[in-house]
């Protein structure tokens, strides 16, 4: 159980049974009357934000939160199948995974956090390789700037990628932005 005081940045509370994280934090001692304490919260199911302030005798539950590192296996439909350290299958909805399904590679190792036993955020390694799988024909003689364009992995996942990258090429991405990094080889 924690009290007002024990609020900061990155603290992981728990309202009505949902896990938040507190993404701002800010101290009010108004001229007369008790301290507030206004945060930023962000619920970690479903990752919509609120705005909650706290007086000083307020106590909020801290959330059952697990940390498992698994491995990447396979697909087996709406499913994506891990394997933990005993090598025990674990399958995690796509809808958990979001985007960073595009990302995972066989034998990507992420972090699952856990809430009451329920999967519910995967983080993934900074950086991934991927190959692309299709892209368009970059237009000459555009190249005063740094000019982009389409290009997709696996999964039919559009990025964007420099005017030299052609199909076959192994490029990474850094999997917080999606954005292009480098290219790792040519076809």
């Keep these: 159980m924690y009290t007002a005081s024990d609020l900061r940045k990155g603290l992981r ?9 507190i993404t701002e934090f800010q101290f009010v001692k108004p001229g007369k ?6 945060c930023k919260l962000k619920n970690l199911v479903t990752g919509a934000t609120l705005s ?7 106590r909020m539950d801290e959330p059952q939160l697990d940390e498992k590192t698994l491995r990447f296996s396979y697909v087996d439909g709406p499913h994506y199948v891990f394997l933990d350290k005993n090598y025990e299958q674990v399958p995690i909805d ?5 985007d960073a399904r595009f ?3 066989e034998d990507t190792e992420v972090a699952v ?4 036993g329920r999967p519910i955020d995967v983080t993934l390694p900074t950086f991934v390789e991927k190959t692309i799988v299709r892209s ?5 003689g555009n190249t005063a700037t740094n000019v982009l364009k389409s290009a997709w992995i696996e999964g039919d996942y559009e990025i964007q990628v420099p005017l030299f990258v052609e199909q076959g090429d192994i490029v990474r991405l850094d999997t917080r932005t ?10």
């Design 13 to 21: 509370i728990e309202i009505d049974g949902v896990p938040y994280l």
């Design 113 to 116: 956090l856990y809430h009451n």
């Design 94 to 98: 796509a809808d958990v995974l979001g």
């Design 103 to 105: 990302y995972l590679n």
């Design 178 to 187: 999606g954005e292009y990094v480098d290219r790792v080889s040519k076809r």
């Design 136 to 140: 368009e024909p970059g237009a000459r």
């Design 52 to 58: 909650k302030t706290y007086r000083s005798n307020d």
């Design 33 to 38: 009357g008790q301290a507030l304490y206004n």
